[in-house]
């Protein structure tokens, strides 16, 4: 069984951090990319990161870049996406995501439709 599930959500306050964990099971992990997504009340979901697995490329959405960081434990099967300098504007539910990798292929790595496999979400509420 395929399963990717997300921990580590939570309420904070503006300026506070959290780590959110992601961990996968019933795929081959080292053959996936992991994105983070996340998707606030009346809003469409957006893409936050992604580390590559190959190469350990990462990639950020404009919005969070100088504070979120993703990384990947291929020993736990396990992504995290450590956030820093919290603001209100980034409290959504989280999602992570696997997204198969091809020698020759340059996805989107910002577009939902991209990725194959996902998590049912964890919560983040940062106050203001």
């Known amino acids: 069984e395929v399963q990717l599930v997300e921990s580590g959500g939570g309420l904070v306050q503006a300026g506070g951090s959290l780590r959110l964990s992601c961990a996968a099971s019933?795929?081959?992990?080292?053959?996936?990319?992991i994105g983070w997504f996340r998707q606030a009340p009346g809003k469409e979901r957006e893409g936050v990161s992604c580390?590559?697995?190959?190469?350990?490329?990462?990639y950020y959405a404009d919005f969070v870049k100088d504070r979120f960081t993703i990384s990947r434990d291929s020993a736990k099967n396990t992504a995290y996406l450590q956030m820093d300098s919290l603001k209100p504007e980034d409290t959504a539910v989280y999602y992570c995501?696997?997204?198969?990798?091809?020698?020759?292929?340059?996805?989107?790595?910002?577009?939902?439709?991209?990725?194959?496999?996902w998590g049912q979400g964890t919560q983040v509420t940062v106050s203001s």
């Open positions: 995501a696997a997204l198969k990798e091809y020698p020759t292929s340059f996805p989107d790595w910002s577009s939902p439709w991209e990725y194959v496999f």
């Open positions: 580390i590559s697995s190959s190469d350990g490329s990462t």
């Open positions: 019933g795929f081959t992990f080292d053959d996936y990319a």
